[in-house]
């Protein structure tokens, strides 16, 4: 009995670290931001990086890896092997991608899992300095009186604001003039030297400008008014039926990494968004913080892809 007790506790000792393997990445971690540094997803993973590093114990490195709106450094983790090193994450743009960008190299549904949707913003439509409006219904006006004359600034051709502002012409029985910028950098010098009439983006790119006097808020795009802005009227209490646009930020992983590692993943992702420090700078990114699992990130990404998909085939859009 004795020697048959010393026999399995030999063979139980090798299992334990094979055990605490499968459940944790080996390391070191890359976290691509697709992305060029300072902007949102780049100061995101920055933030979280230095958590994830302590709770894995193995080194965490965040690598930018920008071009085509996201999707070459989401490729290089799309074509990653399943070990649960290699993770990215996206904006809004990765659900608008797949419609817009011919052979990307990946399949965002095969190839990739969704992990945790940190949360949303609305954007932003905003009157730049000298112009008339007050209300986003002033802008209707307008529009309609005076068609095809009043631009608006977005971060590109295929960005959410653009197609935001697409579908909502089209559902107000408007046009505007569509002007893109490349990045949040060029819209927002654009946007205060009064370049366009509006500028559409999200709340880090524009709301200090607001604050500052330098542009007027007409409307938020989200189906609901953000936490972040509750005296801002939606495009719907502006009269613009259906228009639910929110800027996201989520984090995936290689699909087939096992579910062991995912799930450790995500918990450490939740307990990093729980630290008092983190919620605060995400505060501060104007984020409305509301952390969705795998099962429901992937469901809104399908909705995501499913309705600025039909945008961009309707409307005939391209890229830059």
């Not at 605490?20 to 100061?43: M, N």
């Not at 797949?98 to 899992?113: C, E, H, Q, S, Y």
């Not at 909502?168 to 654009?190: C, S």
């Not at 500028?199 to 790119?205: D, E, Q, S, W, Y």
């Amino acid at each position: 009995m004795i020697l048959r007790r010393h026999l399995l506790a030999a063979v139980a000792i090798p299992a334990a670290p094979g055990i605490a393997r499968a459940q944790a990445p080996s390391g070191p971690i890359r976290i691509v931001s697709p992305f060029p540094p300072g902007g949102s997803t780049d100061a995101l993973a920055r933030l979280l990086q230095p958590h994830l590093q302590a709770e894995f114990g193995v080194p965490v490195v965040v690598e930018n890896r920008a071009g085509a709106s996201g999707a070459i450094g989401t490729a290089a983790v799309a074509r990653a092997a399943p070990d649960g090193n290699a993770w990215v994450l996206v904006f809004d743009t990765h659900a608008v991608n797949p419609a817009l960008i011919p052979n990307m190299g990946f399949d965002t549904k095969r190839d990739l899992a969704p992990v945790l949707l940190f949360g949303t913003a609305p954007m932003l439509v905003c009157a730049t300095r000298g112009r008339p409006f007050r209300r986003f219904e002033d802008v209707v006006a307008a529009a309609r009186a005076r068609p095809d004359t009043i631009t608006y600034g977005s971060i590109g051709n295929g960005s959410l604001a653009h197609l935001t502002m697409t579908l909502a012409a089209k559902a107000g029985g408007f046009t505007l003039v569509h002007v893109p910028y490349r990045g949040g950098g060029p819209i927002q010098t654009a946007a205060v030297a009064a370049e366009v009439d509006l500028a559409v983006a999200t709340p880090a790119v524009l709301a200090r400008h607001v604050e500052a006097g330098a542009l007027v808020a007409l409307a938020q795009t989200g189906a609901r008014r953000s936490p972040s802005w509750p005296n801002l009227p939606t495009l719907a209490e502006a009269g613009i039926a259906g228009v639910d646009a929110s800027a996201f930020w989520g984090f995936l992983g290689t699909a087939g990494t096992p579910a062991p590692i995912v799930a450790r993943m995500e918990a450490a992702l939740r307990k990093a968004l729980e630290v008092p420090m983190v919620r605060e700078r995400i505060a501060t990114m104007q984020i409305d913080l509301d952390p969705q699992g795998g099962a429901a990130f992937g469901a809104f990404l399908d909705r995501q892809m499913e309705t600025w998909g039909r945008v961009v085939r309707e409307n005939n859009i391209r890229p830059d």
